[in-house]
């Protein structure tokens, strides 16, 4: 009767330890989500090559140019060259109508050696060479002595490497002005008492409107100074209101300052005229800051 015994005891000790068992399994069942996929090596159809990196390149050669000539009357672009899937080559430089290249420009390269002590062609190729080592254009640091074109180059090569993550060899145009209204006047009155100033709009990233006066102390403005607007006519066949209407409509309809002529009689306004323009647009309206400058002009 004990051995009856004692075999049940064992026979029902092991019956508890294996319900135990099964019970742990299905526990650990139950905390997979209901929704959830099996691996890709439960499956057997794991895929031996490895995921591509974040940001890597389609192999080509991607451009980027801006959508007009600057005020200096050139186009900034960049070539980047992928290969294996990575940056082998940035060339940078600008060109004009005519098809010249601002690197081999001689009157530039003279201005800007004398200045910087090396050579423009040596600006450029210093920022492609560090793109091609970071990988990134904005880890590309500026070049002392030109940190316009770094600028450019910068947002340049930033365009162009968003065509090459996806493939796209066409041309990125990038829009060289920002919209906004952008203020800039003389930062003086001259010795009749007067100052120059514009406000220049840009819209949908072209020369929308601007309005250029000039201004005494007291606030009155030059077009509307009937005395002044008679002594004028009378030595010079031209007034304020006339010539500044004159350059204003030059600009909207060239969308270049360097293509406005000067108003006949009034060549001291139109060279004050184009050094308020070249700022607004080169300084300001390039990175879109619109907070009122004042400048030194040469009377």
């Not at 990988?135 to 316009?148: E, I, L, R």
């Not at 606030?219 to 500044?244: C, Q, R, V, W």
């Amino acid at each position: 009767m004990k051995n009856t015994k004692n075999l049940s005891l064992l026979i029902l000790m092991l019956t508890l330890t294996l319900t135990a068992c099964g019970n742990s399994n299905n526990n650990s069942a139950a905390t997979e989500s209901p929704s959830s996929e099996p691996t890709a090596a439960a499956t057997g159809t794991a895929d031996s090559s490895p995921a591509p990196a974040a940001g890597a390149f389609k192999d080509g050669v991607y451009k980027a140019e801006y959508d007009r000539n600057d005020v200096r009357n050139w186009k900034a672009y960049v070539e980047v060259t992928v290969t294996g899937g990575k940056i082998g080559k940035a060339y940078y430089d600008y060109t004009n109508e005519a098809g010249e290249l601002r690197s081999k420009n001689e009157a530039y390269i003279k201005g800007f050696s004398e200045a910087n002590k090396f050579t423009p062609r040596e600006a450029f190729d210093k920022l492609g060479q560090e793109l091609v080592a970071s990988q990134d254009a904005a880890k590309v640091d500026a070049v002392s002595g030109a940190t316009h074109s770094s600028r450019n180059f910068n947002e340049l090569a930033a365009a162009a490497l968003v065509k090459a993550e996806a493939g796209d060899t066409a041309t990125a145009v990038v829009p060289l002005y920002e919209d906004g209204t952008y203020k800039v006047a003389a930062d003086a009155f001259d010795s009749h008492g007067w100052k120059p100033q514009i406000d220049l709009e840009i819209k949908d990233h072209k020369i929308a409107s601007v309005q250029f006066d000039y201004v005494n102390e007291a606030g009155k403005l030059k077009t509307e100074d009937a005395g002044y607007k008679t002594a004028m006519e009378a030595k010079s066949k031209t007034y304020p209101a006339k010539y500044t209407e004159e350059l204003e409509k030059q600009l909207v309809e060239k969308q270049s300052i360097g293509s406005v002529d000067a108003v006949s009689g009034a060549t001291t306004s139109s060279n004050n005229f184009k050094a308020l323009v070249e700022y607004a647009l080169d300084d300001l309206a390039e990175v879109g800051d619109t907070k009122p400058a004042a400048i030194k002009i040469e009377e």
